[in-house]
Each structure stands twice: as C-alpha cells, then as structure tokens.
C-alpha cells in the first residue's frame, strides 16, 4: 500500500488505472533504470527551479530555487561521472518517462501564474515533490540498488533532498 500511495503522490495514477503499475513497478527497477529515474527527477526540478527564477519577485522562492539548480545540477554530475566510470548508460522506463509527461502539465500550469499565486503554486509543488521522491529513493530505490557506489551516491543525495522538504515546508507555511 506504501508504494500505490508513493505512484499517487508522484502523480501515476494513470499507470495505476491502466494496470502497468502492477505489470513493473518501483522496486522492481534496475540500477540502471533508478539512474534514470534520478536524473529525470532532479532535472524537472532544476527546470521547476528556473521557471521560479523567471516568475517569482519573491526572494525567498528565488533563494530556494537557486539552490535547487546547485544542488540537482551537483548530484547529476555526480552520477554522470559515476556511470561514465562504470561504464554504463543510464536506462529509460515507464517511471521515468511518466515524471516527464506530469511535470510537462505542471510546467504549463504554473507558467499561467504570477505573483502570490504563483509563489504558493511553487513551494506547494516542491514540497510533494520532494516528499514523493524523497520516498521513493528511500523506500523503493536504496533498498533495491545493487552496486555500492550507485547506493551511496543515493543516500548521500536522500540527505541533501530531505533538508529541501524541510526548507520547502517553510516556504509553504510563509505562503499560506
């Protein structure tokens, strides 16, 4: 039930309705594949980051996005040079591409918004966000990953990405 409630949030309800949630899912990923889903994840992040760059006038919600943009840009590099050593390719799947597809509308909604809208639109988003992925990596990715280095990368990354939830937690609480 943990991970049916983790695709909800994440938004996959539209797997979970068409029966390819149960066909793969999460925990059933390889290294490879979670490598993927990571890079995909923090890379909407970074563009949810950037819109917030170009919308907000608001300091905080640009704070925060610039740390965003640091800190998903440093952890994709880190698992870029990790692959790269491995030599392997990262692996494209139904998670990956479905985090795309969603963060595709989400993009679209938000870039119709502006000013206190658009602030409480963002810090709402980042914080199930990294509530969503943040479970994910801890609940259904770290327990299932093979290769040493590729776990430690993750645990490291679950660290920083938890004091996001936290600090996006507060910028929700500021824009109520």
Known sequence: MRLKAILLTLGLTALIGHGIAH????????????????????NIDIRYAHL???ISGN???????ATMIRDHTAVN????????????????NFLSQTLQ??????????????GAAFDK???E????????VNNL???????????????ALFEAGLKIFKAHEGHAAMMVAKTK
């Open 23 to 42: 066909a793969q899912s999460p925990a059933e990923l390889n290294d490879l594949e979670i490598a993927h889903v990571a890079y995909t994840a923090d």
């Open 77 to 92: 590099e880190q698992a870029l040079a990790l692959l790269k050593k491995l030599g392997a390719q990262p692996q494209d």
């Open 52 to 54: 917030a760059m170009a």
């Open 125 to 132: 988003n980042e914080l199930a966000y990294h509530k969503a």
């Open 59 to 65: 300091t905080e919600i640009r704070e925060f996005a």
């Open 121 to 123: 639109r963002y810090a």
């Open 137 to 151: 990596v801890e609940n259904a990715f770290i327990p299932n990953i093979e290769n040493a280095e590729v776990k």
């Open 101 to 114: 597809k969603n963060a595709e509308k989400l993009v679209d909604e938000m870039s119709g918004l502006r």
